[in-house]
């Protein structure tokens, strides 16, 4: 049985009009995902150290992983200055229980550095927590952050 020329155009043009709507729905929300806190998003982050820079909501976190050791540069969005910051971590091997991961934490540099053993895995799962304070619009604002990357031998 075959449909009349009128009912094909009308099928086809409800199809082109679906795609294009579900195109513009999945443009609009990825826009939407990656804006935060009040900034537009697409935002690229920059690295000051030579490291991988994770954004979080108010604090970016920059790593680098080197010679078995870890280094992480914890900083404000807008580059405030950090206070009262106190740093933990855990990292996981793929096979293994989490164990706490002693940083030490230099404040005058703002650098936290940890020896890394790998043992015989060439992967580990760090898990970062923060807590700082940071002069936020004139305010000084308690700030927490927890970012999760791996690091490779």
């Known amino acids: 049985m075959s449909q009349n020329p009128q009912t094909k155009i009308t099928q086809v043009l409800m199809a082109s009009?679906?795609?294009?709507l579900t195109v513009f729905?999945?443009?609009s929300f990825s826009h939407q995902a990656q804006a935060h806190?009040?900034?537009h998003a697409p935002v690229k982050l920059k690295s000051k150290y030579g490291g991988m820079v994770k954004a979080g909501k108010a604090l970016d976190l920059e790593y680098r992983v080197q010679q078995g050791e870890l280094k992480v540069w914890p900083r404000a969005h807008e580059g405030e200055q950090l206070k009262d910051v106190k740093i933990a971590a855990t990292l996981t091997p793929p096979r293994g229980k989490s164990q706490a991961?002693?940083?030490n934490w230099d404040t005058a540099t703002g650098l936290a550095v940890a020896k890394l053993d790998f043992g015989?895995?060439?992967r580990l799962a760090i898990e970062i927590r923060l807590e700082a304070m940071a002069d936020v619009n004139g305010q000084l604002t308690a700030i927490q952050e927890?970012?999760?990357f791996q690091a490779e031998k």
């Open 17 to 20: 009009s679906f795609a294009m």
């Open 25 to 27: 729905a999945l443009v």
């Open 37 to 39: 806190e009040g900034h």
């Open 101 to 103: 991961l002693p940083l």
């Open 120 to 122: 015989k895995s060439h």
């Open 146 to 148: 927890q970012f999760k």
